[in-house]
């Protein structure tokens, strides 16, 4: 075999190895790699054990979401806990290395989550999924929730998320607005 020939499937080999083999040393003795890698997933519950959330992102992708003791659950803006996670529903949360993801927030596919543009004393401006905007009547009568717990809507800044349950009568002020910080 020529030199070239042996450099090309040297190189080739190479390329077929995972990048972590090349790019990251063993662990010394006595060091154990961390369990969890730092990351963030969006997608479907898919099942349910006791140390991780296993979600389908919509590309395909398969992830393991970290979750403990520790972790904050909301359920369609509502405080929740791990017992109400069941596949079908959409996760979404972030977590550091070696740590358990510390908010896990649950939907159920038919809410919708828009996302807050602004905010006065009487409106909530969002901008829904398909892109468009939709003004939002209050009242100081509307319930406002804010991860979950009561507050008042001047707590509520761009950024955050509304979660929207059904249809409301066109029109009408909102009765309840569940809202999630972003993160």
């Not at 063993?26 to 099942?47: F, L, M, T, Y």
Request: glycine letters at 8%; proline letters at 8%; hydrophobic letters at 50%.
């Amino acid at each position: 075999m020529s030199r070239v020939a042996t450099g090309i499937v040297v190189v080739a080999f190479a390329l077929m190895l995972p990048a972590t083999s090349i790019a990251a040393p063993p662990p010394a003795k006595g060091n154990k790699p961390p369990k969890w890698d730092a990351g963030s997933a969006r997608g479907i519950v898919q099942s349910v054990a006791a140390d991780a959330i296993a979600v389908k992102e919509l590309d395909g992708t398969a992830l393991r979401i970290p979750v403990g003791q520790s972790t904050h659950v909301f359920f369609d803006g509502r405080r929740a806990n791990l017992g109400n996670v069941r596949p079908g529903l959409v996760a979404i949360a972030s977590w550091k290395a070696n740590k358990a993801a510390a908010k896990l927030q649950l939907f159920d596919a038919s809410a919708t989550v828009a996302v807050v543009r602004s905010v006065t004393t009487r409106t909530v401006v969002v901008t829904m999924p398909a892109g468009s905007r939709l003004t939002i009547r209050a009242t100081p009568k509307t319930r406002v929730l804010v991860d979950g717990k009561p507050s008042q809507l001047h707590a509520v800044k761009a950024g955050f998320l509304l979660v929207i349950k059904g249809a409301r009568p066109a029109g009408k002020p909102a009765t309840e607005l569940l809202f999630l910080r972003p993160g």
